[in-house]
Nanobody, 115 residues
Framework: QVQLVESGGGLVQPGGSLRLSCAASGFMFRIYGMGWYRQAPGKERELVATITSSGSTNYADSVKGRFTISRDNAKNTVYLHMNSLKPEDTAVYYC?????????WGQGTQVTVSS
């Protein structure tokens, strides 16, 4: 049973920082690229950042320079370090395998950026 459990979200002020974690289980985590996605109210889910099995990263233009994706294969965990947060970053954040075929979505973690 594949499980993806996101955590670390919360309410922060603009300019603040958060670190999100995604604990994965039920598959061979090490061999797959992973990604962080987000969905804001009234909008479709969008890709935020990806990291390959070997550690190469890519970012959406909207977060480039502010967010950093990383992984710890020993812990089967993907992280998203978010700095200089903006109100536009407010969304539910999810992790999943990177690719067209994905595992069932977890519950996500809410990030709210507001003063």
């Amino acid at each position: 049973q594949v499980q993806l459990v996101e955590s670390g979200g919360g309410l922060v002020q603009p300019g603040g920082s958060l670190r999100l974690s995604c604990a994965a289980s039920g598959f061979m985590f090490r061999i797959y690229g992973m990604g962080w996605y987000r969905q804001a109210p009234g909008k479709e889910r969008e890709l935020v950042a990806t990291i390959t099995s070997s550690g190469s990263t890519n970012y959406a233009d909207s977060v480039k320079g502010r967010f950093t994706i990383s992984r710890d294969n020993a812990k089967n965990t993907v992280y998203l370090h978010m700095n200089s947060l903006k109100p536009e970053d407010t969304a539910v954040y999810y992790c999943n395998r990177d690719g067209k075929v994905r595992y069932p979505w977890g519950q996500g973690t809410q990030v709210t950026v507001s003063s």
